[in-house]
């Protein structure tokens, strides 16, 4: 496992640097934060995108052709780590320049290319993700909504559930039934849906923070063109391993352990401030067995990233082992918004608008989102079955 970045990674780190000191407003993370109301938060979060893609650092992984960097593989996890570090907010547009986007390039005719990857890599259009529904979460195979091709168009009708930023989409890179005949994964198609089609309807899902990201989304006959199925017919499932590969590798996790550790740091700091019975919360044994225990957490998903990294650089392909790094991550998460919870007592769970609130209420509302991680791009459960069946070799 290399631990090491050479010089020229290393110049690249502090450019990016250089760029994100200069592009957020002063004061970010300190003084200044994202809107609490959600629409002017999209806004603001959309105007974010459309600077890094004006400063050359949007979708940096992608081939120079496409409007990228061609970044290597250690450049885009530097990348993902210091927008990390500087608490840039996070995209809107992910499903598009994360998901799609990558997907297009892979399978896409050089028509959709062309058609899509300028409004992806610019956030001009926003993309979501109909994968799930509400029968068929982590089990993506057991998908009901249909396509039926009719002529030169596919007619859709079925719900997707947990669309994310599907309010602010344009597009929808949704996975459809397009057969029924054989293994249920092999009637599977993938459709570029446009989200301003006659027929759709957005149902909004209010989050137990209060927030609200996700949607359900139902289609009644809306028509798609066929140039907008992506790859061939009923290869849906095939094409879907690549995106889900960009949604789970190490990249994606190094910048969520930057994240957890910022976080961390700051409830250390914390307890070492607030007092219980005149001592301070950091001298009790059992605050610090937690605290240990987290940190010990935090800097084992580093490590796992560092030798995924390794490993695919060395020239081994991403494979099931993706699901390694997903799991942990996403268990240490709910863990450590837990400790905090633990350890602040009563003051942990009042809101922002409470004066003794610590830390503004931020602890609650982290406590609540981590409930997702355990779930979104890929359940716990499924995660366990994969790596169960895939890197340990077990039987079904």
């Not at 050479?6 to 004061?27: I, K, N, V, Y």
């Not at 003084?31 to 609490?36: R, Y």
């Not at 109909?130 to 091709?149: C, H, M, Q, V, Y």
């Not at 989304?217 to 879907?240: A, M, S, Y």
Request: aromatic share 8%; hydrophobic share 40%.
């Amino acid at each position: 496992m290399d631990f090491n970045y050479t010089p020229a990674e290393e110049q690249f780190r502090m450019e990016l640097r250089a760029f994100l000191a200069e592009a957020l407003p002063e004061g970010w993370g300190e003084t200044v934060f994202l809107p609490e109301d959600e629409d002017e938060q999209a806004v603001f979060r959309l105007d974010w995108e459309r600077k890094l893609y004006e400063g050359g650092w949007s979708c940096i992984g992608w081939p120079k052709e496409y409007g990228g960097r061609d970044a290597t593989l250690s450049e885009r996890a530097i990348y993902a780590e210091e927008l990390a570090r500087a608490r840039a907010p996070e995209l809107i547009n992910i499903i598009g320049q994360n998901l799609a986007g990558h997907t297009i390039i892979h399978h896409g005719t050089p028509e959709q290319k062309a058609r899509f990857l300028p409004g992806i890599i610019s956030s001009r259009e926003v993309w979501c993700q109909g994968f799930s529904e509400p029968n068929a979460g982590s089990d993506l195979a057991s998908i009901k909504t249909r396509a039926e091709l009719k002529g030169d168009k596919f007619i859709v009708n079925g719900q997707k559930i947990w669309t994310s930023f599907a309010q602010h989409s344009q597009w929808c890179l949704a996975l459809v039934r397009t057969s029924n005949e054989g293994p249920r994964h092999k009637g599977i198609s993938l459709l570029l849906i446009d989200m301003r089609s006659p027929g759709i309807t957005l149902r909004p899902l209010r989050q137990i923070s209060g927030e609200n990201e996700f949607n359900e989304t139902f289609f009644d006959d809306v028509e798609v063109p066929i140039e907008n199925l992506l790859g061939p017919i009923n290869e849906g499932w095939r094409i879907t391993m690549t995106t889900l590969s960009y949604e789970r590798g190490p990249e994606d996790a190094l910048g969520r352990q930057v994240r957890i550790k910022q976080e961390l740091d700051t409830l250390i700091a914390k307890t070492t401030e607030l007092r219980n019975d005149g001592k301070r919360l950091i001298d009790d044994p059992l605050v610090r067995q937690k605290l240990g225990r987290s940190i010990a957490e935090v800097e084992i998903i580093r490590l796992n990233c560092l030798r995924a990294l390794s490993r695919y650089l060395a020239g081994e392909d991403r494979g099931s082992d993706a699901s390694i790094l997903k799991l942990f991550w996403s268990e240490v998460g709910v863990r450590m918004s837990e400790t905090a919870m633990d350890v602040l007592g009563p003051l942990a769970t009042l809101n922002g608008d409470d004066p003794l609130a610590v830390g503004s209420g931020r602890w609650l509302t982290s406590w609540l989102q981590s409930k997702a991680f355990t779930i979104y791009a890929g359940s716990s459960e499924i995660q366990r079955n994969i790596i169960g069946e895939r890197v340990l070799g077990l039987p079904r």
